[in-house]
């Protein structure tokens, strides 16, 4: 029996690899387990962002209405929209 170096798991297989069949097979587990660690991290930084989505437009909509239109008139005030017409 042997130990696995990458998830201490005990492999209950005994084999006898040449050592290049050996490396191979320890490189291609270190790839797998490296693929789901990555995977891992990905959709752990996706809930994170999304969870900082969710309460940007929790507090978006529940700002004041008074803060909203005071927000848009700004916004239109800007872009000239209610500059002083020539006469």
Do not use: Y
Not at 31 to 55: H, P, T, V, W, Y
Request: hydrophobic content about 30%.
């Amino acid at each position: 029996m042997t130990s696995s170096i990458f998830s201490g798991k005990r492999c209950t297989k005994s084999v006898a690899w040449a050592p290049e069949e050996a490396k191979n097979q320890l490189l291609q587990q270190l790839s797998r387990e490296l693929a789901n660690e990555q995977g891992a991290l990905i959709m752990k930084r996706e809930r994170e962002l999304n969870e900082i989505c969710d309460a940007k437009a929790r507090n978006a909509h529940h700002r004041p209405a008074a803060l909203r239109r005071r927000s848009h008139r700004r916004s239109h005030h800007q872009h000239g929209r209610h500059s002083q017409r020539p006469k």
